[in-house]
């Protein structure tokens, strides 16, 4: 222990003063020593006392006094300007940030890193008339880069929300280097007993090779949402990187992947009878946007996440992020290339072999969206592509791999029903020579089917329309609607009943209106009969099927795939709940 340190434990142990109690407070003095950000300027107020008697009882702070924030600006700018090293500002309520803005407009103009903590009561008092409380919303544009409002801690949730957040803020300003702003709120607390600062997770942003970390060892998840058609280079490192680290791609339809170690593991992960023993992996590897699997993302265990993409963006949809990666996927893969190299493909040949045992055993379903899917995806022509509506259909084909050169697309990034077909149609137009297969619900498409009276429809579409006669999502028997209300769900929340209730010929008169060719299916038969209709790949003329369904049998449909497969203790535990006395002595004799 040095002299300053001695000295500092001294004051400790006599004004018996060391952390805040403020978890908000803690985290940002935690990870502003792990980002080394150690020059503060401070002002005096009630609000910041928290965050200023922390950090004065730590010697790790290089602490600075002005009584006038206008000047603590300036003056934070001299010894940021002079030690080439971010500055923390901090100031309490009231009006005294008003005073920073001169100063933090000339430091975003000169790109000069100021970190503004302003301190306030909490959110939820701006608007109501309380003294000493502005507004800090909303900043001018040339004045910080980014700002954030981190009211008080009240859950679990609220403290991964500003963990990330903080991160991405201190990345940010140490690598954009420009001010940046948060607010945070306190609560007067005047405990300041925590000895030991508790750990907050630290997630840095990865710029070069000097600075990664080491690749751990385990199987290795690599999950994309959506994406663009990925080209050879990317495909080719990925594939490099999969074949040295016994790596999984796992990936939806939207994900513009087709490389070789892609498993579809939608249908293994949406059992409710079953765990597999291939959900888990130490590392996850997120590319991409959003993404439609529900099943997957939602059923794999990981123990970290690493997210690599250009935009170096702190997404956390995991809630195990540890580092961000801000670089080009190729990139990223070629420089873990050669770390850790593992070419076993056990992981690979495990999930692989599941998913293939899994489609070899699929049980007799009704005439559904889903066997729809079932019985088209394999027959789906080369060099065609495919559109899904939201969500119904989209999770529907995901059970099924599409086969190779077929390309998949669906509007996820908003996650509505409108524009599918829109979409469908103006992809269509852009490729004249390319068959463009489309399915979405009833809903999605009369939502959207006035497109059908544009001036030019390409003759090169073929739109299968699902008309269960509602938004059969939420009629489905585990969804919470369902749930709630059964057939009651109709009335509002699954708006049954429009359109005709799928007895008129509103889409047979918009194809006909359109010149387009239109057939009405109502079961597996008919479906048969026009299937080589629909996958010819001559283009003569635009297709549309209206395929009539029913909820009971999309939902009979839903829960078959996914209830066909039981483990020996999922199998016990649905005996038990049949037998709730046998159940009840169990718990009693566990007592």
Not at 40 to 45: D, H, M, T
Not at 105 to 123: D, F, G
Not at 267 to 292: D, F, M, P, T, W
């Amino acid at each position: 222990m040095n002299q300053i340190e001695k000295e500092y434990e001294e004051l400790r142990y006599k004004t018996g003063c060391y952390y805040t109690s403020e978890r908000n407070k803690q985290i940002i003095i935690y990870l502003l020593k792990k980002y080394k950000i150690q020059k503060v300027v401070v002002s005096p107020g009630a609000t910041n006392f928290a965050l200023v008697g922390s950090m004065q009882h730590d010697p790790f702070f290089e602490m600075y006094s002005c009584v006038d924030e206008r000047a603590a600006a300036y003056m934070a700018i001299g010894i940021s300007e002079k030690s080439n090293e971010p500055v923390v500002l901090s100031c309490t309520g009231a009006t005294a940030s008003r005073n920073y803005m001169a100063a933090l407009t000339y430091a975003y103009e000169r790109n000069i890193p100021i970190l503004v903590i302003t301190s306030s009561v909490s959110l939820a008092s701006v608007g109501h008339l309380r003294a000493q409380v502005t507004d800090r919303a909303h900043s001018p544009i040339d004045m910080v880069y980014k700002s954030y409002q981190f009211d008080n801690i009240k859950d679990g949730e609220d403290e991964w929300n500003q963990t990330v957040l903080c991160n991405e803020a201190f990345s940010i300003l140490l690598n954009v280097r420009k001010p940046i702003l948060i607010n945070v709120c306190t609560t007067y607390s005047t405990d300041f007993s925590v000895k030991e600062l508790p750990n907050a997770r630290f997630i840095p942003t990865i710029t070069s090779a000097k600075d990664r970390p080491v690749l751990p060892q385990g199987n290795i998840f690599i999950f994309i949402g959506s994406h663009p058609k990925f080209t050879e280079r990317q495909t080719k490192t990925i594939e490099d990187f999969c074949s040295n680290h016994n790596a999984v791609v796992l990936c939806d339809h939207t994900s513009g992947y087709s490389g070789k170690y892609k498993v579809n593991m939608s249908l293994v992960l949406s059992q409710e009878r079953y765990v597999s023993k291939n959900r888990k992996a130490c590392l996850l590897i997120h590319l991409g946007e959003i993404s439609g699997d529900y099943y997957t993302f939602l059923r794999i265990g990981v123990n970290e996440v690493w997210r690599v993409n250009p935009d170096g963006a702190y997404v956390d949809f995991f809630k195990k992020l540890t580092n961000v990666f801000k670089m080009q996927e190729s990139d990223f893969f070629s420089m873990y290339l050669n770390d850790n190299v593992n070419t076993s493909l056990s992981f690979f040949n495990n999930c692989n072999k599941e998913s293939e045992d899994f489609y070899n055993r699929l049980p007799e379903i009704p005439f559904s969206n889903i066997w729809i899917a079932k019985e088209l995806s394999p027959k789906l022509p080369l060099n065609s592509q495919i559109h899904f509506g939201i969500l119904n259909s989209l999770r529907s084909w995901d059970f099924f791999n599409l086969p190779d050169g077929v390309e998949s697309v669906c509007n996820v990034g908003g996650f509505g029903i409108d524009g599918c077909v829109s979409s469908h149609i103006g992809a269509a137009l852009a490729n004249p020579e390319k068959l463009f297969f489309g399915v979405v619900g009833d809903l999605t498409f009369y939502y959207d089917s006035n497109i059908l009276l544009n001036k030019k429809i390409p003759k090169n579409i073929r739109l299968i329309v699902v008309n269960n006669g509602r938004g059969t999502e939420f009629r489905n028997y585990c969804h919470p609607a369902s749930q709630a209300f059964g057939i009651g769900a109709d009335a509002y929340v699954a708006a049954a009943g429009h359109f005709g209730q799928q007895i008129n010929s509103a889409i047979s008169n918009l194809c006909e209106a359109a010149n387009i060719d239109y057939y009405r299916v109502e079961d597996k038969e008919s479906f048969e009969k026009i299937e080589s209709k629909l996958l010819d790949i001559v283009i003569d003329k635009p297709i549309i099927i209206e395929a009539i369904t029913t909820p009971e049998y999309d939902n009979l449909a839903l829960k078959t795939y996914r209830q066909f497969a039981e483990d020996s203790s999922s199998k016990i535990k649905h005996l038990l709940s049949k037998c709730p006395l046998v159940l009840r002595i169990i718990r009693l004799i566990r007592r």
